[in-house]
């Protein structure tokens, strides 16, 4: 016989199917919660989805075999823009597309053989899960937790609807190309930066997160310890005697040159209002992009406003205004001063513009006319724990550290009355509402009476109508004959449906909460709550490092005060793994015009295509259905089975690396699994072999040690190893029999159908999948014999094994009886020999 996954594969899933061995229990056992990030049902499973849940799907059926009772869910983030877009570029509407793409990914997960509790699955766009969310919305509304606001947009004009800052591409919206508009719009926030000090604090006790997920989250939430300070104005519009500015390096206020104004901010508006030119500006400003990102590398720009500002410390001491495109409204104040000499920004314009750049410090012992001279060509910016010469300083001390610096700076401001230290974060409100069809509804109506209402608890959910048309762009809701038509929960009169709907990151930032009890009438039930939370591993991509995870925390923390999760639950994930990405060759020709054209891998036979054509490699790209280097999971079960497509994600490269996929090393795969399966097919005559046993438990220690540490290639590794003493010991019967059942509970949660072909061949009662984890005989992991390499005249010429605890005297016999050693002697004495116990053996002959 030969092993033929496409048959023993089905068989095994139905039999787990028939035991319901993944049902997640809550019971007396010592709980585990893993959870990989769900996918988006965008229509077909990739390899990239195949690597993230095979190593899920190890860490559940390891802790399960330990004694976990163990909960492994999957579900769906159904809601979206892609959805919409089909629905506008194919017709039919964004559900069928949605739930027919689901349908589709979940008969292509279902094969690979994952232990998922499938009866916990769920979507995003379910009725249940809108309802359960939009309760949450009116538990966190009531407490405190959001709030309504006019906000600056990005809107497209041509979609009629606002577009995150990374649809915003070069100044156009990315579907429409229409130029973006930056508009004020009234908006729902969730409150998060309330929670900026917690969330940044709290970072400090994530031990089992990845330290660079750590660091990006501080970034991103961005505390800064500063000063903030007034200019006043010198002929300014009225109401604008003052400009506010913050700044945390206020020890170069000496080197002032400029104050530059954002383009939204206010006065800047006001003076728009009566100033074509500077209208303008703004105009030409918006164009060039609105993330933080465009901003930063596009050229500056700036405009004089002719207007200017008394510096704080000398009132004949004016500076000039302008309009920068580099300053953000939405950070700070809106406002800063320019300190060219030690920023690389503000050096950038101020040289573009001609306008004076003055050192505030330099390198130590450098005097006011050095510190001059070498600022005029490039920014000092060090450090600020570092020690420089304040030239222009006012603290009274010429040379410090900036940190010292600072701190004085900020006390002189206060002494003196035209400034506080203040510590500010990065992190900004988060803005939820879309100007969306296929979201969550916010479940909220306007009265004309009683003003913006929350709805009944008791008429959720609040449903999206089927009926609408994506003919027209902008949202289908704000055109819906009847669907915004309701009545006020308050008085009873008639009202408007809140047209927008809540941010996708809003559907994820609770699902692991909502797989503790999917079905519960509540958005949780508390004593499954209280029982399954935390995840104890949860498993993603780095992309979403920032925002999800951050949205997340915070969201684990409202739904604490709204008493919907345990006190527990405010750091949601215990430990986090990101994994690396599944990388594959790109096969390129160009045509007649020199333009790529890309082909599939199946396309290309040794470097060319059918017809001879020889195709330009670039080797371990990012798999991207453009560049048609993608591999089909599908295909490769059907061709080889599930067990070969997890075991090579498993074994070529550590988890958090990318991988890349190759056709040679996906047959390697196949080879080494049938292989495995010859071995327990095969039934030889012998007897025992404590050597091959030991190595059995050597194995167990090993393998078990590598899973725990996230290093599944060495789990591998180490069962390549085992299989290697399988197929050379002449062991036989029961003997052989005990470790081949060790080696299939060791397999079965990497390659979990080919371990119960192994355990039922090798007489294991039941399924492996219900077998406990192997513990390895302690007795069997010491080694009692020590190989000493023998180096003679210096070099190594022979080794011997000997027992660990033998004497130097019988060493010392053996050595001088080994052939090669002999050989050297040729019958003479040596003239010396020295043994280091347990490491080497030296002769001189």
């Not at 998922?116 to 939009?134: G, K, L, N």
């Not at 400003?285 to 004089?304: H, L, N, S, Y």
């Not at 409204?329 to 300190?339: K, L």
């Not at 060319?608 to 790209?621: F, Y």
Request: charged share 25%; aromatic share 10%.
């Amino acid at each position: 016989m030969s092993y033929h996954p496409a048959t023993s594969e089905p068989h095994w899933q139905q039999a787990w199917a028939d035991a319901e061995s993944f049902r997640a229990v809550r019971d007396e056992r010592p709980k585990y919660y893993v959870l990989e990030m769900f996918p988006y049902p965008s229509g077909r499973i990739h390899m990239g989805h195949v690597r993230n849940y095979t190593m899920g799907d190890v860490v559940a059926r390891f802790k399960r075999a330990q004694g976990f009772s163990v909960l492994h869910p999957m579900g769906w983030d159904a809601f979206g823009m892609p959805a919409e877009n089909a629905a506008m570029e194919q017709g039919g509407h964004p559900r069928d597309w949605t739930y027919g793409n689901i349908a589709t990914m979940r008969d292509q997960l279902k094969p690979l053989g994952l232990s998922i509790d499938w009866s916990r699955e769920f979507a995003t766009c379910d009725d249940d899960y809108v309802a359960q969310q939009q309760a949450l919305f009116l538990d966190f509304l009531d407490a405190g937790l959001i709030t309504r606001k006019s906000a600056q947009v990005n809107w497209d004009p041509v979609d009629m609807t606002v577009l995150a800052n990374e649809q915003v591409i070069d100044g156009k919206g990315w579907r429409s190309g229409a130029p973006v508009e930056r508009k004020e719009l009234t908006q729902w926030f969730f409150r998060i930066s309330d929670y900026s000090d917690e969330l940044l604090s709290a970072i400090d006790g994530l031990d089992g997160w990845p330290e660079k997920v750590r660091l990006m989250q501080q970034n991103w939430i961005g505390k800064s310890r500063g000063l903030q300070f007034r200019f006043q104005t010198v002929d300014a519009p009225d109401g604008f005697d003052e400009i506010e500015v913050y700044t945390t390096r206020p020890d170069t206020l000496m080197g002032a040159s400029f104050v530059a104004l954002s383009p939204d901010h206010p006065m800047v508006k006001q003076l728009a209002a009566g100033n074509a030119e500077i209208a303008a500006f703004i105009e030409e400003c918006r164009r060039i992009g609105t993330t933080e990102e465009a901003i930063e590398t596009a050229p500056k720009m700036g405009f004089d406003t002719g207007l200017s500002v008394t510096h704080p410390l000398d009132p004949d001491w004016k500076l000039p205004i302008w309009i920068a495109n580099f300053v953000l409204m939405d950070y700070g104040t809106g406002a800063i001063f320019g300190s060219p000499a030690h920023d690389e920004r503000d050096h950038e314009f101020a040289t573009k513009y001609g306008l004076p750049i003055r050192a505030t410090f330099g390198e130590k012992g450098m005097d006011l006319a050095a510190a001059d001279g070498m600022v005029a060509k490039a920014p000092y910016v060090p450090l600020k724990s570092e020690t420089v010469s304040y030239v222009r300083g006012f603290s009274g001390q010429p040379e410090q550290s900036g940190e010292a610096a600072v701190t004085a700076a900020i006390a002189h401001a206060e002494e003196q009355g035209y400034g506080e230290g203040v510590t500010k974060y990065r992190l900004r409100d988060w803005g939820i509402s879309r100007q969306r069809y296929w979201g969550c509804p916010i479940p909220v109506v306007h009265c004309d009476s009683c003003g913006t209402v929350p709805e009944a608890k008791e008429n959720l959910p609040v449903l999206l109508p089927q009926d609408v048309s994506f003919d027209q762009p902008g949202n289908p809701l704000d055109r819906h004959p009847s669907w915004r038509q309701a009545s006020c929960p308050e008085c009873g009169g008639a009202a408007t449906r809140e047209t927008d709907t809540m941010d996708t990151f809003v559907d994820s930032s609770w699902y692991y909460a909502r797989f503790t009890s999917p079905h519960a009438a509540t958005p949780t039930d508390r004593a499954d709550a209280d029982y399954w939370m935390n995840v104890d591993q949860y498993i993603g991509g780095i992309e979403h490092a920032i925002l999800h995870l951050l949205y997340s925390r915070f969201f684990a923390r409202a739904m604490v005060k709204t008493g919907h999760l345990p006190e527990q639950a405010k750091e949601p994930f215990d430990a986090l793994f990101t994994q690396g990405m599944v990388t594959h060759e790109i096969y390129m020709t160009r045509d007649a015009r020199g333009r790529p054209v890309y082909h599939l891998p199946e396309d290309v036979t040794d470097g060319t295509l059918a017809d001879g054509t020889a195709v330009e490699v670039i080797p371990s790209a990012k798999m991207s259905k453009s560049k048609k280097n993608v591999v089909d999971p599908v295909n490769i079960v059907a061709s080889f089975g599930a067990d070969t497509a997890r075991w090579f994600m498993l074994s070529d490269s550590p988890p958090e690396r990318d991988v890349e996929w190759t056709s040679a090393g996906a047959e390697a795969a196949y080879k080494f699994l049938s292989r495995l399966w010859r071995l327990a097919d095969d039934a030889p005559e012998g007897g025992d072999d404590p050597e091959l046993t030991r190595s059995a438990h050597r194995a167990i220690a090993d393998v078990t040690k590598s899973i725990e540490s996230f290093a599944f290639n060495k789990a591998v590794a180490k069962l390549y190893e085992l299989a290697n003493a399988v197929g050379k010991s002449k062991a036989g019967g029961e003997a052989r029999r005990e470790v081949l059942r060790i080696t299939a509970q060791l397999l079965a949660p990497m390659v979990p159908h080919l371990a119960e072909e192994i355990w039922a061949k090798s007489g294991g009662i039941g399924l492996v999948v219900d077998a406990g984890w192997p513990k390895a005989d302690p007795a069997l992991l010491v080694d009692d014999t020590v190989t000493l390499p023998i180096q003679i005249n210096g070099k190594r010429r022979a080794e011997i094994s000997v027992a660990k605890d033998m004497p130097k005297d019988e060493i010392e016999s053996l050595v001088l009886a080994d052939e090669t050693v002999q050989k050297f002697l040729d019958g003479a004495a040596p003239k010396k020999l020295i043994v280091v116990t347990g490491r080497i053996v030296n002769v001189v002959a």
